[in-house]
C-alpha cells in the first residue's frame, strides 16, 4: 500500500523562474527501499524537502500539486506535526546538528526531548539508535570534534532515535569510507525489511543497485525514468547528462564495442554482475568458442 | 615548492591523539591523494601544510619555511586550501569579488589579479557566474567558486579536501580537468578523498593513512592493488582493480584503458 503519494507537483522557490520539480507523480509502497538519482540541479534534494515538508512550510515558493505521507497532505499539516511521519537527513551534517549540544548523546536525545518523551524511554530509543547505527563509542564526544563521516552518522542516528515512518535520506553516505558507506547501506536495507520506507538521493549508483528496490531518475526536476534498479542504471537515456554510471557498465559497454562483453547479456552495474559477463568471455575465449 | 614532514605529531586538546609520528615528503610538481577511514587523521595531517594546526611536536616544513615561524598569512602564498564545505570559505557579495579577495591580500597587482580571476573561473567553468551572488549558487557551484579563490592565488601547493564529494559526474570530470591543468603548471596537489576511483585516475601517488600513522605510500598502482592492507584502513581498491583481481587478470588495473588492453591481451593468449 502507498504510503507516499505525489500527485503532479510543481514546485518553484521563491524569486526563481525555473521549475525545480514538474509533474512528479509518485507513489512508494510501504517498507519500500527507493534511490532517487540524477545530475546535480535535477531537482534531488528538492523533491526529498518536499516529502519532509520543508517544502512549502520552511522553503514558501510556488508549490502545486499533492503530497500526502500516510494519508495526509503536506499543505494541511504543521512542520511540527510532519516530523513524526516524516525524518529527513541532510546532505550536509553541518547543517543539522543543532549546536546546542555538547555530546553526540545529547545531540542524539534532542528531538525526543523536544517531543517530551519520558526520560527513560528516552534513554532507551538513545541507546538503540547508537547501537543501530554502531556509534555507540562517539557518545561522549562533542558533535564537533568528529570527521565529516562520522558527523553524518550522528545526523542519520538522530533521525533514526524519532522512528519517523517514513525516512529521506539526502546523500546520507557523502563524506563516509567505504566501510561505513557499507555499514549505512545495510542498516538502511534492514530497517526497509523491517517496513521503514525509505527513500534516499544518492551518486553511488554501485550501491544504489545493490539494496535499493526501485530508482526513480530525475532530470531537470522530471522524472525521467522509474523502475528496477539494473533497468534504470543501464539505460542509454541516462548517458551524456551527467548522471553517476557505474564503472562497470562504462567498461563493459566499451567492451561490448570491441567484442569483450557477451552480446546478449544486459550491462552490469554491480562488481558481481561485471565478473560474472567478463568471466564467461574470459572462460569462451579459452575454449576456442569466441 | 616541497614539503618535508619529520615525526609529526598532533594531539587535539581533548586528549585525541590524530597524528601519531608521521615523516614523509611531497616533491614540487607531485600529485597525490590521502585516503583513510573516518578519523584516520587526513585532515588534520594537511591542515598543518599551511599552518591550520601546529605541530605538537616534529617539524613541518613548506621550502625553507618551518611553519611553526611563519603565520597562517604569509603561509597562504605558498598553500591553498580548498576545504570540503565550501560555506567556510564564501563570504563576499559576488563571485568576482570573492575570487579576486584572495590574491588581493596577497598584493597582487590589479592587471595580472584580474586575469587571475578571468582564467581561473574559465577553469572551473564559472565565467558566466562573475556577477552572481555565491550564495544565489547551487551547492556544487558554490564548491566550484571556492576552487577558484583558492586556485587565483596561484600557490605553489593546492590542497583539495575531498573535492568530489557529493558532486555528480559532470563535475568530478570538470575537477578532473582542474588537477590536469594544475600538473602542466607544476603545482603541487594534494587530495584527501574517499573517493578512490577519483584518486586512482587522477593522481600518480597515494598515502593510505591508518590511526594517526602512514600504512602504504607509493605510486598509485602499486598502492590501489594492495586489497588486503588497504582493508585494515577501511579503503577498498577503485571498482576496476578489484574487477581485474576478481577476474584473475595478471596485471593490476587502475582505469578503463588499462582494463580494456589487460582483458583483450588476457583473451588473446
Redesign the interface.
Known amino acids: 500500500m502507498a504510503v507516499v503519494n505525489l500527485k503532479q507537483v510543481n514546485y518553484k522557490y521563491p524569486l526563481t523562474d525555473t521549475a525545480a520539480l514538474s509533474g512528479v507523480d509518485l507513489e512508494v509502497n510501504e517498507g519500500e527501499f527507493v534511490a532517487i538519482v540524477?545530475?546535480?540541479?535535477a531537482g534531488k534534494s528538492t523533491l526529498c524537502y518536499a516529502l519532509a515538508g520543508f517544502v512549502p512550510h520552511f522553503f514558501k515558493g510556488e508549490l502545486e500539486g499533492t503530497v500526502e505521507v500516510a494519508g495526509v497532505e503536506t499543505k494541511s499539516s504543521t512542520l511540527s506535526q510532519w516530523v513524526l511521519n516524516v525524518g529527513l537527513a541532510f546532505?550536509?551534517p553541518?547543517n543539522q546538528i543543532s549546536g546546542a549540544k555538547y555530546t553526540v548523546y545529547e545531540e542524539i536525545a534532542f528531538g525526543l526531548e523536544n517531543l517530551g518523551v519520558p526520560r527513560e524511554e528516552m534513554r532507551a530509543r538513545v541507546d538503540q539508535a547508537l547501537a543501530v547505527t554502531g556509534i555507540g563509542d562517539l557518545a561522549d564526544r562533542?558533535p564537533y570534534?568528529?570527521?565529516?563521516?562520522?558527523q553524518q552518522r550522528v545526523a542519520l542516528t538522530s533521525i533514526l532515535v524519532m522512528q519517523p515512518k517514513v525516512l529521506v535520506l539526502d546523500?546520507p553516505t557523502?563524506?563516509?569510507?567505504?566501510?561505513?558507506t557499507r555499514e549505512v547501506f545495510g542498516v538502511i536495507r534492514s530497517l526497509a525489511e523491517r517496513g521503514m520506507t525509505v527513500i534516499m538521493a544518492e551518486?553511488k549508483v554501485?550501491w544504489v543497485a545493490r539494496y535499493a528496490d526501485r530508482v526513480v531518475a530525475l532530470f531537470g526536476g522530471r522524472i525521467l525514468m522509474d523502475g528496477k534498479p539494473a533497468e534504470v542504471l543501464t539505460s542509454e537515456q541516462l548517458l551524456g547528462r551527467?548522471?553517476?554510471?557505474?564503472?562497470?557498465t562504462?567498461?563493459a559497454r566499451?567492451?561490448a564495442n570491441?567484442g569483450?562483453w557477451p552480446e546478449s547479456r544486459p550491462l552490469p552495474v554491480t562488481?558481481d554482475e561485471?565478473?560474472a559477463g567478463?568471466?564467461t568471455?574470459?572462460s569462451r575465449?579459452k575454449r576456442g568458442e569466441? | 615548492m616541497k614539503i618535508e614532514i619529520e615525526d609529526l605529531r598532533f594531539t587535539y586538546p581533548a586528549g585525541i591523539e590524530a597524528v601519531c609520528g608521521i615523516s614523509l615528503s611531497i616533491d614540487p610538481g607531485e600529485q597525490v591523494a590521502i585516503v583513510g577511514q573516518n578519523g584516520s587523521g587526513k585532515t588534520t595531517l594537511v591542515k598543518h601544510f599551511n599552518g591550520l594546526l601546529q605541530p605538537t611536536s616534529g617539524v613541518v616544513k613548506v621550502g625553507d619555511w618551518d611553519t611553526r615561524k611563519v603565520s597562517v598569512a604569509k603561509l597562504a602564498a605558498r598553500v591553498g586550501y580548498v576545504f570540503q564545505n565550501p560555506d567556510e570559505q564564501l563570504f563576499c557579495r559576488t563571485v568576482g569579488e570573492e575570487v579576486a579577495f584572495g590574491p588581493r591580500n596577497l598584493g597582487i597587482e590589479l592587471h595580472k589579479r584580474e586575469t587571475l580571476v578571468r582564467e581561473t573561473l574559465q577553469l572551473v567553468g564559472a565565467d558566466q557566474m562573475q556577477h552572481a551572488n555565491p550564495y544565489d549558487l547551487s551547492a556544487t557551484w558554490r564548491k566550484m567558486v571556492a576552487l577558484a579563490s583558492v586556485l587565483a592565488m596561484d600557490t605553489d601547493v593546492v590542497i583539495l579536501d575531498e573535492p568530489t564529494t557529493g558532486q555528480d559526474a559532470a563535475t568530478v570530470d570538470r575537477i578532473a580537468h582542474v588537477v590536469s591543468e594544475l600538473r602542466k603548471r607544476d603545482k603541487t596537489v594534494i587530495t584527501i578523498t574517499h573517493d578512490i576511483d577519483f584518486c586512482a585516475e587522477n593522481f600518480e601517488r597515494v598515502i593510505a593513512l591508518a590511526r594517526g600513522q602512514v600504512l602504504l605510500d607509493g605510486p598509485t598502482k602499486s598502492v590501489v592493488g594492495q586489497e588486503d592492507v588497504l582493508a585494515q584502513t577501511y579503503v577498498e581498491p577503485p571498482q576496476l582493480t578489484r574487477l581485474g583481481q576478481k577476474l584473475g587478470l595478471k596485471q593490476t588495473v587502475r582505469n578503463q584503458e588499462e582494463f580494456l588492453s589487460e582483458l583483450g591481451r588476457q583473451i588473446a593468449l
Open positions: 540524477g545530475p546535480n540541479g546532505q550536509n553541518f562533542s570534534s568528529l570527521s565529516g563521516g562520522q546523500e557523502s563524506q563516509m569510507d567505504p566501510v561505513g551518486h554501485e551527467g548522471f553517476g554510471i557505474s564503472r562497470y562504462t567498461a566499451a567492451a570491441l569483450l562488481l561485471a565478473v567478463f568471466g568471455q574470459l575465449r569466441g
